[in-house]
T-cell receptor, first 117, second 113 residues
Framework: EAEVAQSPRYKITEKSQAVAFWCDPISGHATLYWYRQILGQGPELLVQFQDESVVDDSQLPKDRFSAERLKGVDSTLKIQPAELGDSAMYLC???????????????FGEGSRLTVL | GQQVMQIPQYQHVQEGEDFTTYCNSSTTLSNIQWYKQRPGGHPVFLIQLVKSGEVKKQKRLTFQFGEAKKNSSLHITATQTTDVGTYFCAGPRGETSGSRLTFGEGTQLTVNP
């Protein structure tokens, strides 16, 4: 069964350092999402891509976070500089295009757990 | 903006007891999705409801979408230890189904054998 691939699974870094996460969605999925999940809370959307275009990055802290999906396939999420409050699970998800009233179901990767010291 | 609220935050049951979690939105939703996240795992899609008053069943799980499309519930009959996890509802934030999917805070279910 096709899966969303993410790396690294775990990342420990010191504050003020740069970190990057990579995601390869399920083949054919036009929509890609980056979510942040703090322990005990629901996932919070950071950025949503439709093919190579950003369709929603309203919750992305743009002073330190950046995301790209240059060829409309895999994607990278970068944080520079990392802060203590960035410690969380970073989940990538992908879906088919929405159709009518239906929103494409999200397929999540295993996530990248970030710890900032 | 649209918010999705879930209650309760935690639920502890004895194996065999029933369980229900409720999801409420401040605005009308075009659809609602439910996900399950096992401890240490990632969210996994369970179901999507689109129609007003819709009821769908998956074995021991029953999902309902309210008539006003502002609330939803997930009911598990005769819980088993395999039901342990956090259940999230999620709805599109805007008026269109392509809008950002906003997740509730989840209901964490523990089942005592």
């Amino acid at each position: 069964e096709a899966e969303v691939a993410q790396s690294p699974r775990y990342k420990i870094t010191e504050k003020s350092q740069a970190v990057a996460f990579w995601c390869d969605p399920i083949s054919g999925h036009a929509t890609l999402y980056w979510y942040r999940q703090i322990l005990g809370q629901g996932p919070e959307l950071l950025v949503q891509f439709q093919d190579e275009s950003v369709v929603d990055d309203s919750q992305l802290p743009k002073d330190r976070f950046s995301a790209e999906r240059l060829k409309g396939v895999d994607s990278t999420l970068k944080i520079q500089p990392a802060e203590l409050g960035d410690s969380a699970m970073y989940l990538c998800a992908s879906s088919l295009r929405t159709s009518g009233e239906k929103t494409g179901e999200l397929f999540f990767g295993e996530g990248s757990r970030l710890t900032v010291l | 903006g649209q918010q999705v609220m879930q209650i309760p935050q935690y639920q502890h049951v004895q194996e065999g007891e029933d369980f229900t979690t409720y999801c409420n939105s401040s605005t009308t939703l075009s659809n609602i999705q439910w996900y399950k996240q096992r401890p240490g795992g990632h969210p996994v899609f369970l179901i999507q409801l689109v129609k007003s008053g819709e009821v769908k069943k998956q074995k021991r799980l029953t999902f309902q979408f309210g008539e006003a499309k502002k609330n939803s519930s997930l009911h598990i009959t005769a819980t088993q230890t395999t039901d342990v996890g956090t259940y999230f509802c999620a709805g599109p934030r805007g008026e269109t189904s392509g809008s950002r999917l906003t997740f509730g805070e989840g209901t964490q279910l523990t089942v005592n054998p």
